[in-house]
């Protein structure tokens, strides 16, 4: 902009010595100061452009229909320690009741952002998309979901996306706005982390869309837009709990809760909080249990630290066992589920062989649904086939 308004000034100053100012009249003064003070500083070509005077819309309250921590790059603790979730009127957007809504999403914004968006103090990003490419889906690709994201899609994004993503929307058929690279096209490759990344940040002539959809919604219109790309993707069976209920009312969503029926806390997966002393020993029966391959069989390897679970029940006779079993994403998504739920049971039936009543544990089966890190590398499947303990 500087730079502009040196040649502008320039220019005027050649015009004046020119004499020919009288005749240049005001009407070329106004477009050249209109040019001096329109030009966007902004040299990011994936920046959406800039917001003048953000304070003016962006209110420093909390306040509906703003994901916190999201498009202020920056997930703000304090704000969500004050405000009391779970309050939310019937019909709004909650923002801190919802699990779905709290994942926390690291990435900052782009770094163009920094310019456009007034984001003074916030951290801005430049490797933000590149590392949102490693981010899984937290939201199972079901029929409801398949059905609800088609629904956000129609409303939010056909318009300039197109019914088939191919970016002939009504606004580039009948407006003249630029055509969207085609889904299916160009953006044939783009992972569900960046489409996530680009739909909250903005992108180029898109704006950004954290404000109109919740974190949750955002994610499920990732899954339409991935089959308009054309990828191969497996209806996974319905989740077992709902991401809309809160059956202990601790604030963690069921879907999200590893102990759905007993209040917990948020950092401890909406399980009550065990000593550190309990944590250790059944973070070694996680990490101590091994299964045959494909089978629900237990490896005697693992009796050792299954034996400490044992104690540990023993010695509290009120404890109780929740037992999340759940697998890699080999093989179809039903057995699977069948799998996770076997193994769950598998170490239940150790431990009451070994003593402890079965009414105590409480062994459910995830399947591929809650992948703990990412399914492509062999390091990756291992860590997600998993059972794990929760004791309280
Ligand atoms: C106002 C028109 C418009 C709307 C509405 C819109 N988009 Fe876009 N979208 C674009 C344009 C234009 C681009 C190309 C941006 C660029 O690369 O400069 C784009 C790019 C994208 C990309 C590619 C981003 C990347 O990282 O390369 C994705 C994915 C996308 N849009 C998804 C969506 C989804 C999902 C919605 C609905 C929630 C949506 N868009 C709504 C116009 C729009």
């Not at 320039?10 to 003064?29: A, D, E, G, V, W």
Request: hydrophobic residues 35%.
């Amino acid at each position: 902009m500087l730079k502009s308004k040196k040649k502008n000034i320039k220019l005027l100053n050649k015009l004046i010595m020119n004499r020919k100012f009288k005749t240049i009249n005001i009407f070329t003064l106004s477009i050249l100061a209109l040019g001096g003070t329109m030009s966007s500083c902004v040299g990011d070509s994936n920046s959406p452009g800039l917001e003048y005077m953000p304070d003016m819309y962006r209110s420093p309250a909390v306040e509906a229909y703003v994901d916190y921590g999201q498009i202020l790059g920056k997930y703000n603790l304090d704000i969500v320690a004050a405000y009391k979730p779970g309050l939310a009127p019937a019909g709004t957007i909650p923002t801190t009741s919802n699990a779905m809504n709290d994942l926390p999403y690291e990435h900052g914004a782009p770094i163009g952002f920094d310019k456009s968006h007034g984001l003074y103090g916030m951290p801005v990003d430049s490797t933000g998309y590149a590392d949102a490419a490693g981010d899984l889906n937290p939201i199972a690709y079901t029929e409801k979901t398949k059905k609800e994201a088609k629904v956000i899609y129609q409303n939010f994004c056909i318009h300039c996306h197109g019914e088939k993503g191919d970016g002939q929307g009504t606004v580039v058929t009948n407006g003249g706005f630029p055509p969207p690279p085609a889904y299916g096209g160009a953006l044939k490759d783009l992972s569900a982390g960046q489409i996530f990344y680009s739909v909250t940040y903005g992108k180029g002539l898109m704006g950004s869309h954290a404000s109109q959809l919740t974190k949750e919604e955002r994610w499920k219109v990732v899954h339409h837009v991935e089959e308009l790309q054309g990828k191969v993707k497996e209806v996974e069976v319905e989740l077992l709990f709902d991401a809309n209920t809160d059956t202990d009312g601790d604030h963690v969503m069921d879907n999200m809760d590893e102990c759905p029926t007993v209040a917990g806390s948020i950092d401890n997966h909406g399980c009550p909080a065990v000593s550190e002393a309990v944590a250790a020993v059944l973070e070694g029966a996680i990490r101590g249990l091994v299964f045959t391959t494909g089978s629900a069989t237990i490896n005697p390897s693992s009796f050792k630290s299954l034996n400490g679970i044992r104690d540990l029940m023993q010695q509290d006779s009120t404890a109780t066992l929740i037992l999340n079993g759940h697998t890699d994403n080999v093989g179809n998504a039903a057995s699977n589920q069948t799998l996770s739920l076997l193994r769950a049971k598998s170490v239940r039936d150790y431990l009451v062989t070994n003593g402890i009543d079965s009414k105590r544990i409480n062994p459910i089966g995830y399947g591929q649904t809650k992948p703990k890190v990412s399914n492509d590398t062999e390091e990756g499947k291992l860590a997600n086939r998993r059972v794990e303990f929760r004791l309280y």
